[in-house]
């Protein structure tokens, strides 16, 4: 019932910004304590964007510190990724998942393409 969904990929320029959200919705009794922005660009494997707990604990990549920022409203249950000064290199399907749930939860995806 659990289901994650995404929102705000697009195409940007480099050097641009762009917001994703993901909202959370059926899940009942089930508080969220971890979860975390993946991405997986095209004929690479899926990696770790950003992750956060509940108390705000914060996980980022040491290459994406100080572009990108992750954050939460445990009150309507969303997640947020802001990200600033993009690259190509950022090109990707942006996932947010409630991986250390049984089962995992992930959401569709969202496209985030970045032009040069």
């Known amino acids: 019932q659990v289901q994650l969904m995404e929102s705000g990929g697009g195409l940007v320029q480099a050097g641009g910004s762009l917001n994703l959200s993901c909202v959370a919705s059926?899940?009942?009794?089930?508080?969220?304590?971890?979860m975390g922005w993946y991405r997986q660009a095209s004929g690479r494997q899926r990696e770790l964007v950003a992750s956060?707990?509940?108390?705000?604990?914060?996980i980022y990549r040491d290459s994406d510190k100080g572009r990108f920022t992750v954050s939460r409203d445990n009150a309507d249950n969303t997640l947020y990724l802001q990200m600033t000064r993009l690259e190509p290199e950022d090109t990707a399907v942006y996932f947010c998942a409630a991986p250390l749930l049984r089962p995992p939860i992930w959401g569709q995806g969202t496209q985030v393409t970045v032009s040069s």
């Open positions: 059926g899940t009942g009794n089930i508080f969220i304590n971890f």
């Open positions: 956060i707990t509940s108390s705000t604990s914060t």
